[in-house]
């Protein structure tokens, strides 16, 4: 059992945790983050609200924004790297077939603060030693399956039967009088001193491989990350958040059921009571500037690229087979073999 899970046992606490899932909107070079105003990032999928662009936006400018999930009252924005498979110099996206955000509610003191915004992982981790072993708990693994490899940010060596997928923890720790200090808690559920405890996020993808590796692999996984330097691997797999929760519902998030919500419980608030597909199409907010192509976000970057570099797929897809609106709620996958031991900084 995993030790944190069998301490909220021992101590009579329920982990609540709700689900939602969020469509593709977006492919482009663009990180209102970590490179704000510029068209020099690698490239991101993005989901959430589409009032994201180069530059950073409030949370009030994300409210504003048409969602590509399915709770109204979660403006957020989110992004990861963008996932290709490589043929030679040919990259294809891989279609991301799920994207779940989880928020776990055990020990939270205040709600997700407006205008917070924050990062997981290392987007310049080209080892397993850089991606670290913290409390994020990135691991990439086959949907349904056990297995890991001893580095466990590298892509399984064999086909998945199912999905390939990736997990990845968010710091739930923040300090409320200044948003960029933020943090894991510790092996015992604290924060750091002077730090207030919120839900922490989980992002879950799952790839839809099948439609660009039909005939699986066997080895190095014939994929690479936008911020990777190789195929095979996928240690420099990286979050962004920035909230976009309207208040009341973050605030329900909080409080609902007095201290946490029940598993799977959807987050109400004044925007709805029940899930519900926005009524708008989510669009990228600036089209004709910055790039969803690959090598061009490499030229545009100061990179080098092949003369016969191509890109067979640079449409954002979402497969047909996608169930955006599920009904049953899967039980989040916590992992069994990290623990919460080392603390980011
Ligand atoms: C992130 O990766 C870079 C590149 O390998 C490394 O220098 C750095 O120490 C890593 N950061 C952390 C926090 O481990
Ligand atoms: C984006 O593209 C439009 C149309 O080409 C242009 O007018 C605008 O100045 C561009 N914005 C930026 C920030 O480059």
């Given amino acids: 059992m995993h030790p944190v899970l069998s301490l909220l046992a021992g101590a009579g606490v329920v982990s ?4 939602i899932h969020h469509k ?8 209102p983050i970590v490179l704000p105003g510029t068209y020099t990032s690698h490239m991101h999928t993005f989901f959430g609200s589409d009032a994201v662009t180069k530059d950073m936006p409030t949370s009030a400018d994300l409210q504003k924004g048409c969602y590509s999930g399915e709770n109204p009252n979660d403006l957020s924005a989110y992004w990861v790297p963008t996932l290709y ?3 030679g110099d040919v990259f294809t996206e891989v279609p991301v ?4 955000t989880y928020y776990i509610n055990s020990f939270s003191e205040i709600a997700i603060p407006q205008d917070f915004s924050m990062l997981s992982g290392n987007a310049s981790a080209q080892s397993q030693a850089a991606a670290g072993d913290s409390p994020n708990n990135l691991e990439w693994f086959c949907e349904g399956s056990d297995e890991r490899e001893s580095d466990i ?9 199912q999905h390939l997928q990736v997990s990845l ?3 739930n720790c923040v300090n409320p009088d200044n948003l960029a200090e933020y943090d894991f808690s510790d092996d015992s559920n604290k924060c750091p001193e002077g730090m207030k405890q919120f839900s922490q996020l989980r992002y879950a993808v799952r790839y839809d491989t099948k439609s660009v590796a039909p005939d699986g692999w066997s080895g190095d996984a014939p994929f690479q990350l936008s911020c990777g330097d190789a195929v095979g691997n996928g240690y420099c797999f990286h979050g962004d958040f920035i909230n976009g929760w309207f208040e009341d519902a973050a605030e329900n998030m909080l409080n609902n059921g007095g201290g946490g919500y029940d598993d799977g419980q959807f987050i109400g608030g004044e925007h709805g ?3 519900a597909e926005a009524t708008c199409t989510p669009a990228d907010q600036d089209p004709d500037n910055g790039t969803s192509d690959y090598w061009t976000s490499v030229e545009m970057k100061g990179g080098d690229v092949p003369a016969d570099a191509s890109e067979t797929s640079a449409a954002v897809a979402t497969p047909a087979s996608t169930t955006f609106m599920s009904a049953s709620i899967p039980k989040p996958t916590f992992s069994h073999k990290r623990k919460f031991a080392t603390r980011l900084n």
Avoid: G, I, L
């Fill in 24 to 31: 593709t909107f977006m492919n482009k070079n663009v990180d």
């Fill in 153 to 161: 940010a590298k892509f399984p060596t064999s086909t998945c039967d």
């Fill in 16 to 19: 609540a945790w709700t689900e």
């Fill in 169 to 171: 923890r968010f710091p």
């Fill in 97 to 100: 077939f799920r994207f779940s």
């Fill in 273 to 275: 009571e029940a899930a």
């Fill in 85 to 87: 498979h490589v043929d």
